[in-house]
C-alpha cells in the first residue's frame, strides 16, 4: 500500500460516511447537530464541526469492523506506515469535507 492509494481510501470513505450520515448531522437551519455532549467545536465553522464528527465516526466504528482489519495490516506492512495512515486520514477529513460542499448545496 502507498500514501496515494491510502489517501484515495481514505477520501472514498469520509465521502461514504459523510453521504451515509449528512441529513442525521444537519438539521434544517444548517447547523451541525452537536453529538459530542462537552460542545467542544461550537464556536468552529459548520464544515470543520462536520469533518470531525465524520472523522470520530470513522475512528470508532468504521476501524472496529472486518475487512478493515486487512487494510490496517496492509498499512502496517506498508515501508512508511505512519506517512500512510497520515494520508489515509487526510483523505478521510478532505472526503468528509467535500461531500459537505456538495450536500449541503444541493439543500439550498
Known amino acids: 500500500m502507498n500514501k496515494r492509494e491510502?489517501?484515495?481510501m481514505g477520501r472514498s470513505t469520509g465521502n461514504g460516511i459523510a453521504e451515509?450520515?449528512?441529513h442525521d448531522f444537519i438539521n434544517e437551519t444548517?447547523?451541525?447537530?452537536?453529538?459530542?455532549?462537552t460542545n467542544l467545536y461550537q464556536d468552529d465553522e459548520p464544515v470543520y464541526q462536520f469533518q470531525c464528527l465524520v472523522?470520530?465516526?470513522?475512528?470508532?466504528?468504521y476501524r472496529q469492523f472486518s475487512p478493515f482489519e486487512f487494510t490496517a495490516q496492509a498499512f502496517n506492512e506498508s515501508k512508511y506506515p505512519d506517512e500512510v495512515w497520515t494520508?489515509?486520514?487526510?483523505?478521510v477529513w478532505n472526503g468528509s469535507k467535500q461531500t459537505y460542499y456538495k450536500l449541503n448545496r444541493r439543500q439550498k
Open 6 to 8: 491510502a489517501y484515495l
Open 20 to 22: 451515509h450520515n449528512f
Open 30 to 37: 444548517d447547523e451541525v447537530i452537536d453529538f459530542i455532549s
Open 55 to 61: 472523522s470520530q465516526i470513522e475512528s470508532e466504528h
Open 87 to 91: 494520508e489515509y486520514e487526510r483523505g
